[in-house]
């Protein structure tokens, strides 16, 4: 396997096989955020340079993606906001406004399916930290969403991230990752991403029926559902936990 970094502005090409490549890698609920359609094209339009593959030359596979963003941040935990939404937003406004960033967000870090358990998600951080770096940034944040949340959806994510194992390091292994790559835990919030949909759509994303209104656990949800049927809408705010590296 060799595996080499290629930026969506050396061969925007490979960017058409994303969709199928890594389906079933996230839920698919969180492929329809509220905030996407908005921003979504101009993330390759605008940022083309701080979103990145791991490809493999020699049997033209894609084996891991990264996605990113500069934003502006003081470098108190304050101004790190509520999460993944309000970055996307604050990145774009900064970039119309001509404003200054002071770092680098992560708005995506996936491994493909065969190629999970080889230590790529390290490498993809690697990168980030390089391509912040290239940026001349000094800091690197990453808005993780916690792999084992969705096994704990009641529990609120300040306080589940918090958890540790008996050797002290984060219980949540993708927040383990993260620390033992360098990261420090600087907050938790529970509004990081909004995702909103009919009855019917959140039905079809969870394979679920939804009779009455109420808060509903799901699966894969981090936090639950809340239906109303009367609006025949379905509303989520998915929690997230921010990590800070150092590039």
Not at 206 to 222: A, I, N
Not at 229 to 235: S, V
């Amino acid at each position: 396997m060799a595996l080499i970094l290629v930026r969506h502005s050396e061969r925007p090409e490979l960017w058409d096989r994303i969709p199928e490549r890594f389906a079933g890698v996230v839920p698919e609920y969180n492929l329809h955020g509220d905030i996407n359609g908005d921003y979504w094209d101009r993330l390759f339009t605008d940022f083309p340079e701080f979103q990145f593959v791991l490809y493999d030359d020699e049997l033209d596979v894609i084996a891991g993606a990264g996605r990113s963003l500069p934003r502006t941040w003081d470098g108190t935990a304050e101004d790190l906001g509520p999460g993944l939404d309000d970055t996307i937003a604050r990145a774009f406004a900064d970039r119309d406004a001509g404003r200054t960033p002071g770092a680098l967000c992560a708005l995506g870090i996936e491994v493909a399916e065969d190629h999970q358990g080889r230590g790529l998600s390290k490498v993809l951080l690697d990168a980030m930290a390089d391509t912040a770096r290239r940026a001349g940034l000094g800091t690197v944040l990453v808005p993780v969403r916690p792999t084992w949340k969705e096994r704990y959806p009641l529990v609120p994510i300040e306080r589940y991230a918090t958890w540790t194992r008996d050797d002290g390091t984060p219980f949540d292994p993708w927040i383990r990752t993260q620390v033992g790559a360098g990261g420090t835990i600087a907050a938790a919030s529970a509004y990081s991403s909004r995702i909103t949909g009919t009855v019917a759509e959140w039905e079809d994303w969870t394979g679920l029926t939804f009779p009455e209104d109420g808060e509903y656990v799901f699966p894969g949800g981090l936090a639950p559902l809340v239906v109303d049927r009367e609006l025949g809408r379905g509303a989520y705010w998915e929690p997230g936990v921010w990590i800070t590296h150092r590039a």
